[in-house]
């Protein structure tokens, strides 16, 4: 998703929202959506938006349907059935557990039982922090790095932030500031973390890539004062560092397929068109075009994308595995919605049912029931 301040002060609405809401309701989305139009009319009073307002006011209310969808993301979902194989990760094995929670988890399994990663190992230390790049995973769309960021025992390490990559050749800016990312730690010194950034497919992978970063710490025993008088910790960060690594020349393969399926349906009184599927080993992209063939206004879009909520996409391979790919982000486009998903690109599904939310104007209270009325869309 993009992330001018406009769209950053949406989104932080729309979670703002999320954290009052914990429901499944349709007012808890009206509510959230009207909140971010308020924010998003005081924010471009005398500038000019980056990006169409259409583009921000869909940006709003996904974030609305994705935030207040948080405890639904699982709504009636079982766990996925596919069983990964009995493997050990070597050097990753570390990264396995902890992944466990992270929405690209399906992903990077797919990835590592089949080989496409790259072991990288490499390491940078300013004083008391360290930071290893210990894989990356890349194709048309994405860079995925799995590192590792350590503090000595002085200080508890706290994240990894400002991030930046660049093509270590050109120092063309990847990411614009847009790597998101994930991480964990079971102590109070070590991260084990996933950073990925999206890509332009139609621009050639580099050869070579440097990320440039901060770590931040907490400082023992220091205790400062917000203006309100409360009580907050004081962090530190490190001096910005930067590591450069070569990348596989296997990740220059195009392996991206494009699905043309083109079927209709229709949803809350609306005709949505389930055009096109980009699936690639990293990403499964989703795009909607809503009530094609004719010209909607950016009201009727954003009535569209409340009631168009995408849950899950499940696989199935030639054995009868079936693997959950969950949603992971999505952005506005001009005609409808493009929403990204996990992959399993690399274990060959043979088939493949979108899920959305079936009854847009319904309020659950039993999970099994929301689970019979979810809405089934077969994309191969």
């Not at 230390?125 to 799995?146: C, H, K, P, W």
């Amino acid at each position: 998703m993009t992330t001018n301040p406009e769209e950053k002060a949406l989104l932080a609405d729309a979670y703002q929202v999320k954290r009052e809401k914990q429901h499944w309701n349709p007012t808890d989305t009206t509510a959230a959506i009207q909140r971010g139009l308020a924010k998003g009319r005081t924010k471009r009073s005398g500038r000019t938006f980056r990006v169409k307002w259409i583009t921000a006011v869909l940006v709003t209310v996904l974030a609305a349907g994705w935030f207040l969808m948080g405890p639904l993301g699982n709504y009636g979902q079982q766990p996925a059935t596919y069983t990964e194989p009995v493997t050990h990760w070597g050097v990753l094995e570390p990264f396995r557990g902890r992944l466990t929670s992270d929405m690209e988890r399906t992903t990077i399994t797919s990835t590592l039982n089949n080989g496409y990663v790259q072991l990288v190992d490499q390491t940078v230390t300013s004083g008391i922090y360290q930071f290893t790049v210990n894989a990356v995973m890349a194709d048309e769309n994405r860079i995925t790095v799995l590192y590792t960021a350590r503090t000595d025992a002085s200080q508890e390490i706290y994240s990894i932030v400002n991030t930046k990559m660049t093509d270590a050749r050109t120092g063309y800016v990847l990411d614009n500031g847009n790597i998101g990312g994930v991480h964990f730690s079971n102590d109070k010194h070590t991260i084990y973390g996933r950073s990925t950034l999206e890509r332009n497919r139609n621009k050639p992978l580099p050869e070579q890539v440097n990320l440039q970063f901060q770590l931040s710490s907490v400082v023992p025993d220091v205790v400062e004062y917000s203006e309100n008088g409360e009580k907050e910790r004081k962090y530190q960060f490190s001096k910005k560092m930067n590591l450069s690594f070569a990348l596989d020349p296997k990740f220059s393969i195009p392996k991206t397929e494009i699905l043309n399926v083109n079927r209709t349906f229709t949803v809350g009184g609306y005709e949505v068109m389930l055009s096109e599927v980009e699936l690639s080993p990293l990403v499964t992209r989703v795009r909607f075009v809503f009530e094609p063939e004719q010209e909607i206004d950016y009201k009727t879009k954003l009535s569209i994308s409340e009631v168009v909520q995408p849950l899950e996409i499940v696989t199935t391979t030639k054995d009868g595995k079936q693997t959950i790919l969950s949603m992971v982000n999505g952005s506005g486009t001009e005609d409808g919605m493009m929403y990204s998903f996990s992959s399993n690109l690399l274990d060959n599904p043979k088939s493949m049912i979108l899920k959305l939310r079936g009854k847009p104007d319904k309020v659950y209270d039993d999970l099994q029931e929301a689970k019979n009325d979810e809405l089934g869309i077969k994309i191969k």
